[in-house]
């Protein structure tokens, strides 16, 4: 590692560390009429606002960045093990599989008439959503993988994604145009919203982060031997079929809990990793670790400008990422820097 | 001193049959294999390395066959060099060259001091410590491919499996590879290279001739029984003739 190399991981993490300070102050501080930090401190003397900003607010913040942490991982694992950087849960149908899931759950919810919507769904309901979503993901991944015959071949994988995208996307209306009350939950789903995230939320993403990060800094070096191509990582020792599982179990499980708290929210996965790489490329054992952090960020940022921009209302969250995302890819093309 | 043995070997790739009960043994030194293009000398080195199982047949390693070995024991016992090394990522020359080192720390495991003083070593001994801290995908193809030598080297197998290493190599590139595997043979390590340069090749110490996939002959790279069959593979359209104490290969475009 240079000095150079050195420095600017370095300034990359106090910046990531940083800005996710300030924003969960941010956070904190947005509210309906706006944000304000002087009416956060008098929060401190108000007993009811001080509960409204811990049971609304707090949670909210958290676990925005929790979500955001938890795409930016996937992206980046995603990104490393495909050796694609197009790869992101979206493009591999993780997301699809995952919404397709919990739709399927939302329509025989409503089945007896009662619909239930994010907002409403009680905690029994959460663990039945992130099971599904968990469950849709991997199954999604794992059909693209079927169909795109192994992750070797770019073009092959991307189209086989863009396939099952759209054939889970076709199967998810086909459920909501029989059972027509999950349509609500599933539009809350498809907009992605973070506005519905509680402490017990908070709990499973946090879990779900948990979980999905040390394994994927474990084999952060198996990335790195991946980027010389499978034969030379298979004479390196590396057992290719049991990291290729993890890894996409990771993904899965990472991506999974994320949609199923807080819906589709787009690009943060596919845009986290290429901000860290472009500001600090470094190995996976970094690069990992800090796309959590910068998708975190990124998805914390989005939270508060989606809160304030039209107070009193909101812009849904994920309509602000794809927004963000898109024009940063763009910005990349015109530049001539193909992602 | 490492011994490997081909036993029968048939490879089908597709509907082409890519080697047709190929026996072999490789024994200590350097082992070249020559032949034309597409007569499956490379996919001979990915079944001698484990990375391509055979139809029929099987590979032994000082009496073990490959199949009964790990993954990680089969890594520290032979190094392998792609053809073409990818390079995707933004691994720098020195973290590339440590991760031969990997079968050896476990994937889990973090380098040494040991390990950094090898990978230091290899580096130097494959001239590329100067500009150790670049990323691959900063350098030529020539730059690019010492490293990954040096990266087969630092595994520090006893049998080196190089599958055209003069790839991309300049002509004093191309003989500093030719010492660095010489000094690998001499502190004991069997090395065995896939090359299209004939006159690199009888620097060799032993040839293995593969025509069409199959063995056509093997022996002492200066045997001139063996010179013929060579020059007969490659359809009379070279010549092999003593020049300073050495062989060489020269085209023989009047033939």
């Known amino acids: 590692m240079t000095s150079n190399d050195a420095r600017r991981r370095r300034v990359l993490a106090t910046g990531l560390g940083l800005m996710t300070v300030l924003l969960l102050g941010a956070g904190?501080?947005?509210?309906?009429?706006?944000?304000?930090?002087?009416?956060?401190?008098?929060?401190?003397?108000?007993?009811?606002?001080?509960?409204?900003?811990?049971?609304?607010?707090?949670?909210?913040?958290l676990g925005a960045w929790l979500t955001g942490a938890l795409l930016g991982l996937s992206g980046a694992v995603a990104q490393g093990l495909f050796r694609n950087p197009l790869a992101d849960p979206y493009l591999l149908g993780s997301a699809s599989g995952a919404s397709l899931a919990v739709v399927l759950v939302l329509a025989a919810s409503t089945l007896?008439?009662?619909?239930?919507?994010?907002?409403?769904?009680?905690?029994?309901?959460?663990?039945?959503?992130?099971?599904?979503?968990?469950?849709g993901a991997l199954l999604g991944v794992m059909l693209t993988l079927t169909l795109a015959r192994g992750a070797q071949q770019t073009t092959r994988l991307l189209l086989a994604g863009v396939v099952v995208g759209v054939v889970l996307a076709a199967l998810s209306d086909l459920v909501t145009s029989a059972a027509p009350d999950a349509l609500r939950g599933k539009q809350a789903f498809m907009l992605g919203s973070t506005g519905f995230l509680g402490w017990i939320s908070c709990a499973i993403l946090a879990a779900g982060l948990v979980v999905a990060l040390p394994p994927s800094w474990r084999l952060a070096r198996a990335l790195d031997a991946l980027t010389l191509g499978d034969d030379t990582a298979a004479s390196l020792g590396l057992p290719l079929l049991q990291v290729r599982v993890a890894l996409v179990g990771v993904i899965a499980l990472a991506t999974g809990v994320a949609v199923s708290q807080a819906g589709l929210i787009a690009f943060v996965g596919l845009a986290a990793p290429h901000l860290v790489r472009r500001f600090a490329p470094?190995?996976?054992?970094?690069?990992?670790?800090?796309?959590?952090?910068a998708g975190g960020v990124l998805l914390l940022l989005a939270d508060v400008l989606a809160r304030v921009l039209i107070a009193p209302d909101e812009v849904p969250v994920g309509v602000l990422t794809a927004l963000l995302g898109g024009s940063y890819l763009i910005w990349l093309l015109r530049r001539g820097r193909t992602p | 001193m490492t011994a490997l043995r081909v036993e029968g070997v048939d490879v089908t790739l597709g509907?082409?049959?890519?080697?047709?009960?190929?026996?072999?043994?490789?024994?200590?030194?350097?082992?070249?294999?020559?032949?034309?293009?597409?007569?499956?000398?490379?996919?001979?080195?990915?079944?001698?390395?484990?990375?391509?199982p055979p139809d029929r047949g099987r590979v032994v390693l000082d009496g073990t066959p490959l199949t009964a070995l790990s993954s990680g024991e089969r890594a520290t016992r032979l190094a392998w060099l792609a053809q073409q090394g990818e390079a995707t990522g933004e691994l720098t020359v020195r973290?590339?060259?440590?991760?031969?080192?990997?079968?050896?720390?476990?994937?889990?495991?973090?380098?040494?001091?040991?390990?950094?003083?090898?990978v230091e070593q290899v580096m130097a001994d494959a001239e590329c410590l100067a500009w150790q801290e670049r990323r691959l995908h900063e350098l030529s193809g020539g730059e690019r491919q010492r490293v990954f030598l040096a990266r087969a080297i630092a595994v520090d197998a006893p049998l080196l499996l190089l599958d055209e290493p003069t790839t991309h190599l300049d002509p004093p590139h191309q003989?500093?590879?030719?010492h660095l595997l010489r000094r690998q043979v001499d502190s004991g390590v069997?090395?065995?290279?896939?090359?299209?340069?004939?006159?690199?090749?009888?620097?060799?110490d032993h040839l293995v001739i593969v025509d069409r996939g199959r063995l056509c002959a093997s022996g002492s790279s200066r045997d001139s029984t063996l010179h013929r069959v060579l020059i007969e593979v490659f359809g009379g359209a070279i010549r092999v003739e003593r020049f300073e104490q050495r062989w060489i290969v020269i085209p023989h475009i009047d033939g």
């Open chain 1, 28 to 61: 904190l501080a947005a509210g309906s009429e706006g944000w304000s930090l002087p009416a956060l401190w008098r929060t401190w003397n108000d007993g009811d606002a001080l509960g409204i900003v811990a049971a609304i607010r707090a949670p909210r913040t």
């Open chain 2, 95 to 118: 973290e590339v060259v440590r991760l031969g080192r990997l079968a050896r720390q476990g994937l889990f495991g973090a380098p040494s001091a040991e390990d950094e003083a090898r």
């Open chain 2, 190 to 204: 069997t090395v065995v290279s896939v090359l299209h340069d004939l006159s690199l090749a009888l620097l060799a």
């Open chain 1, 282 to 293: 470094a190995a996976h054992g970094f690069s990992v670790v800090a796309s959590a952090a």
């Open chain 1, 112 to 135: 007896g008439g009662h619909a239930i919507s994010f907002a409403t769904a009680d905690a029994l309901a959460r663990f039945g959503l992130v099971g599904a979503a968990f469950v």
């Open chain 2, 15 to 52: 509907s082409t049959h890519a080697l047709r009960a190929v026996t072999l043994d490789v024994g200590a030194g350097w082992t070249a294999i020559v032949g034309p293009n597409g007569a499956g000398k490379s996919t001979l080195l990915r079944v001698m390395a484990g990375l391509l």
């Open chain 2, 175 to 178: 003989i500093l590879l030719a």
